[in-house]
Each structure stands twice: as structure tokens, then as C-alpha cells.
């Protein structure tokens, strides 16, 4: 085991044991017993969550750019306000506007949790979904109007993402596929 | 201020409620269930966002303010992979692999 994992596990239980105290705020006016019981629960669910995350998520050398993490943060929050105005329309309006396809997209990051970042990243968006991978290992995502340049978007989404890692950009070499199948 | 704030909160409420709205319209109207599952992110990002937006001017800082954040991160997150998950369930069988078969890599 190397330093970093007793580093990173005892990282993230503190972490979780933080998340925990702020979900559940214990009542600081009740009797010392009840704060120390309410306490244990809390470091027992923050060992089992560390442990769980140990396990699903292993901890590897390197640090994430916080400065690139910010910028794909506001990224991932603008794309949400400007897709989610775009929809409104569409959905109110007597015709439904909208022409739902699939795109294949050749994403850079290898499998893993990177990869399973990236999708729910771009899931969150309104209007594009990532619902697996095809043979060729490339994001299959279903969108709402495939006359929109998702995949120009995915493709700035990917870069952040990679900056965040830590990783340079690669030149891109494949051009996304498209496959629209519009319905009224 | 006080007045101010009070604003904020009712117009940032009221809006998040018109994507609640939005979100549920378009489960109702939408063709299919991956079209649908479009809509619930409409109202799980942006309609719950702009509510807890809306009620950061009415809460405590840091920690009040902190939880409503979390807990939007945390509907966020599990609407994400579920959708995730549902949308590759009902993915039809021409984008459908033999040996891949849902978000996760490793083929199980």
C-alpha cells in the first residue's frame, strides 16, 4: 500500500464525516451523550463510505487543476442555464420541436472512472445523454435535437476535463459519427 | 435588503418551478422514454437548482446554505446515473453491442 492510499483514505473519510455532519446537523443543545452517540453513527457511515470509495474509486498519484476544474464547472453550469432556456420553447409550444437521435462519440479518456465522470458530467446537461458504449469503445449519447453541434460541445467539455485530470490535450484524430433518426 | 433578498427568492423559486412545469410537460409530451428522460433533467438540474437558488437568500451562511447545495449536488448526481443506467436499458438493438451492454467499461 503505498503512502498516498493511507493519505487519500484517510482524506476521504474526513471528507465524508464532514459531508455527514452537514447533512445531518447534530443538535449541539442536546445532552453530551446524545451528541457523542449521533457522533459515532456519523464516523462508522464516514468509514463505510470511505471504504466503499476506496474500493469503487482507487486513489492514484497525481492532482486534479483546480483552476481548470472551476472553468468546467462554469462550463457544465452555463451549458445547463442556455440549454435549459432552449427547451423551454420546445416544450411549451403546440408543435413539439424537437428531433431526437443518437451520436457516436470517440472519446479520448480511457475507460474508467474518468470516462464514467465525463458522461455523468454531460448527462447533467439537458438535451444530451450518454447511455453506453458501442464496439469500437466510443459514447453512445441520445439527444433531443441532433441538429445542434453536440459534439463540438462534448469535445470542449472533454478538453476541461482532461486539463482537470492533469492530462495534456491530445490532437484529436477521429471525426464524430452521426446518426440522426428525426421524428416529428 | 431584506425586501431585496425576499424578491430574489420569489423570482428565482417561481422560475425554478416553471422548469419543475417544463420538466413535467415534457414527460407527458415527449415520444419515448429516452426523450422523456430528457425532461427529468430539465427539472432535476435547473428547476431544483434555481429553487435552492432562490433559497440561499432565506438561509443561514455558511452551513444552511452549504446542505442546500449538497443536496442539490446530491439529486444532481443520482439523476445523472440513473439516467444513465435507464437510458442504456431501453437503447434499441442497433446501437446495441454484443458485448457492451450499459455505462460501465469493463462488459461485466
Known sequence: MGRYVIRSAVLRWAGFLLFWLLLAAPDLGAPVIDILVDLLVGLMAAAVAAWTSLRLLPPTPGSLRYGALLRLAARVLRNSVVSGFSLLPRVFGPRLSIAPGYLSYPVRLAPGPARAVFGALTSVVPGTLSVGTDRDGALIYHCLDVSQPVAEDLAIDETLLIETLGNKPEARDAVPRRKGEARA | ?108
Open chain 2, 1 to 108: 435588503m431584506r425586501l431585496a433578498l425576499d424578491i430574489f427568492t420569489i423570482v428565482m423559486v417561481s422560475l425554478g418551478g416553471l422548469f419543475f412545469l417544463a420538466g413535467t410537460v415534457g414527460l407527458l409530451r415527449f415520444p419515448d422514454t429516452l426523450t422523456r428522460l430528457h425532461a427529468l433533467t430539465e427539472a432535476d438540474n435547473l428547476g431544483l437548482g434555481l429553487v435552492v437558488l432562490g433559497l440561499l437568500a432565506q438561509t443561514s451562511w455558511p452551513l444552511g446554505a452549504l446542505k442546500l447545495i449538497a443536496l442539490w449536488l446530491l439529486a444532481l448526481l443520482s439523476g445523472a446515473v440513473v439516467a444513465q443506467f435507464l437510458g442504456a436499458a431501453v437503447r434499441p438493438a442497433d446501437w446495441r453491442t454484443d458485448d457492451v451492454s450499459g455505462p460501465r467499461e469493463d462488459g461485466r
